[in-house]
């Protein structure tokens, strides 16, 4: 779900920060221009990782501030399809479900992607699952809440040219951007075994145990393990060009 992604790009350190550590400037210029961005076909960039080569600075005469050559590598949000994602539903709508991970929410498993057979109740605004078990003989019910955890599969990664969102409303003060326009979408699938709500499946009277002893959580711990020992890899050099904006931003990742 994670990955380690190389960058080139050239650091634009202002003044105001020449007091602060050389190293902590740049970190915190490459943070506050990449965080929240959506580099296409890659994934949705997290936050800095680590250097991998920091260059001699360069002293603007006109502007006072300074331009640093760096390669570094910053943490990506990105899926690969069939994965398994633990989340919440966040919403709900007659053509499906909206999912979400916490920092990301433009997911929505449609509703031909549900579990078989479900209905949409439009008072409660909310999915259905109705199965019947041979060993039952009888339809059983399923809620899927609003904020109910729950296991979706990825089905796709779309990315979308932020050129299409209208400018005026990339970014909308006291809300989430990405729950209204995004570079990125996760399209899901929840229509197999293990999927969906992890107390359907749940033998009565087991959830707690087993949930201790492996729950979903650990696949998380085994990401970052792997990314504290650095066997993410360096992947694909990406230069700030191929950056492009992404949950709401207003400034181009370009515009250095």
């Keep these: 779900m994670f990955k380690l992604v190389t960058i080139e790009d050239v650091v634009l350190v202002p003044a105001r920060l020449f007091g ?25 960039v997290i936050a800095f990782w680590d250097w991998v080569k920091v260059g001699e600075d360069a002293l603007q005469i006109h502007s006072g501030e300074s331009n ?15 994965e398994a994602v633990f989340g919440r539903v966040s919403g709900a709508y007659d053509g499906g479900v909206f999912m979400e991970l916490g920092f990301f929410d433009a997911i929505t ?6 579990p078989r057979p479900s209905s949409y109740d439009e008072d409660e605004r909310v999915w259905i699952w109705k199965p019947t078990f041979e060993e039952e003989g009888e339809a059983q019910t399923f809620y899927m ?34 729950s209204i326009f995004a570079a990125l ?33 650990d696949g998380a711990k085994e990401e970052a393990e792997v990314l504290e020992d650095g066997e993410g890899g360096e992947g694909e050099v990406y230069g700030h060009e191929n950056c ?8 181009s990742i370009s515009g250095y």
């Excluded at 640093?68 to 943490?75: D, E, G, H, L, S």
């Design 185 to 217: 979408y996760d399209e899901a699938v929840q229509d197999n075994q293990g999927l969906g709500d992890p107390l359907w499946w749940y033998e009565e009277g087991e959830g707690e145990d087993e949930g201790e002893e492996g729950g979903v959580g």
């Design 20 to 44: 602060y550590p050389r190293l902590e400037s740049l970190e915190y210029v490459i943070n506050k221009r990449l965080s929240d961005k959506i580099i296409p076909g890659v994934g949705l």
């Design 68 to 82: 640093t050559k760096c390669t570094f590598r910053v943490v990506v949000f990105s899926p690969f399809e069939g």
């Design 244 to 251: 492009d904006v992404g949950r709401g931003i207003n400034a």
């Design 109 to 114: 498993v449609k509703k031909e992607n549900l």
């Design 145 to 178: 809440d609003v904020t109910n955890e729950s296991v979706f599969r990825v089905m796709e990664l779309m990315f979308e040219d932020s050129w299409r969102i209208p400018p005026t409303e990339r970014n909308v003060e006291g809300r989430n951007p990405m």
